[in-house]
DNA sequence: AATTAATTAGTACCAGGTACCAAGAATAGT
DNA sequence: ACTATTCTTGGTACCTGGTACTAATTAATT
């Protein structure tokens, strides 16, 4: 809380932290943060363009809502861009700053065995199928800003196994490879 | 938008059911939709105990940012609860609803995965960690409710190249089983 | 017709702002 | 040291989307 007072840009710089890691301050917050008046405060998001805590927080709630669609959601990871039901399918996952390590900007694994987790349960005519085995291997490390297409294919399929080949690239080059042993549930594998 | 004048509990009803796909919408907009007074759209509320736009957009917010943080948090994916840097670790990851696939109720693979391989990588002793290679097996499936101890252990180690080991259980019955060759970054792997 | 329920109108108040103006404080330029 | 400029603060009027309350009006019931 205490603060020397900062120069105006040191402040600047930090209410963008500040707000990154918590948008639900107000200007009172804020202001009592940095030890400044409100009008300073405004100022400064004046300044920077950062609207105010109502039009965050509708940002936050709309934002979030579609960045949750990209990794939890019900469906697919990324987006669908081709599909042969029982055969294969392609996704395109942009990647967004949320999904690389702050360090190295490097797309964190899982975010990739997501997308090709998803495709590969998504190719196959079932109603319900889960993920028994996978192999992935890593071939280059994805980043911030690039597209990753991944392409699905169904190798094998023995009763109710399924081998599905999955390889993800960005622009033409193998950033992925995984292969996938997915199972087609019976109708009643009805949770406990 | 038209509507004959409904009777109080079908508009109650309906009122739900709009709230409830599209939580953005105003009292006014609510009176518009349902051609009667702000009061009385406000005394709907009341009754039904829903609480204004800027209370429903914060719990979206809320929410969203929280159910982002259990899949694409900076850090790890689960609560980490024991940790011997280079040599072991443990994390815990509670299962939402999110997590899980609606028809079946259960948890999608890339969640398990995820959880291992940000343990994998977390026990590591270095700066930037990679994922290489991965080989994993989902023993059984993990329903909404259940809470997943992930357990990593270094295996081998080679120059920079570690072979972790990751077992999941739930309830001491093993679910996932990874094992993880990851690198450990040498300094300066910048992003272009 | 009288009673009750539902609706509407109106007022005072609140948080968290925008937009603007003017004055004072701090800093830099010369 | 004095001025010019930038920064900061204070104050006001106004806005949205409400809460909380009272009172009047309208519709439905018995």
Redesign the interface.
């Known amino acids: 809380m205490a603060r020397e007072s900062l120069s105006k840009i040191e402040r600047q710089r930090q209410l963008v932290q500040y707000l990154e890691k918590d948008?639900?301050l107000t200007d009172v917050d804020l202001s009592k943060i940095f030890k400044v008046s409100i009008q300073t405060i405004r100022l400064d998001r004046l300044e920077l363009k950062i609207p105010e805590l109502?039009e965050r927080?509708?940002n936050?709630?709309r934002s979030?809502?579609s960045?949750?669609k990209s990794?939890?959601g019900?469906e697919l990871?990324g987006e669908l861009v081709d599909l042969k039901v029982g055969a294969s399918g392609v996704s395109i996952l942009p990647v967004t700053q949320?999904?690389t390590?702050?360090?190295?900007?490097?797309v964190?694994?899982?975010?990739l065995?997501?997308q090709a987790?998803?495709l590969a349960v998504a190719i196959i005519d079932a109603?319900?199928v889960?993920?028994?085995?996978?192999?992935?291997?890593?071939k280059r490390?994805v980043?911030?800003g690039e597209k990753i297409l991944a392409k699905a294919v169904i190798k094998t399929k023995k009763g109710n196994k399924y081998m599905v080949k999955v390889t993800s690239q960005v622009n033409d080059e193998i950033v992925f490879i995984g292969r996938f042993l997915v199972f087609a549930?019976s109708e009643e594998?009805v949770?406990?």
């Not at 390590?101 to 490097?106: A, G, P, V």
């Open positions: 948008p639900f109502r927080l509708k936050v709630a979030k809502v960045q949750l990794m939890t019900r990871v949320e999904m390590l702050r360090k190295t900007k490097i964190r694994g899982h975010h065995f997501a987790n998803s109603e319900a889960v993920t028994g085995l996978a192999r992935v291997s890593f490390p980043y911030c549930l594998v949770p406990h």
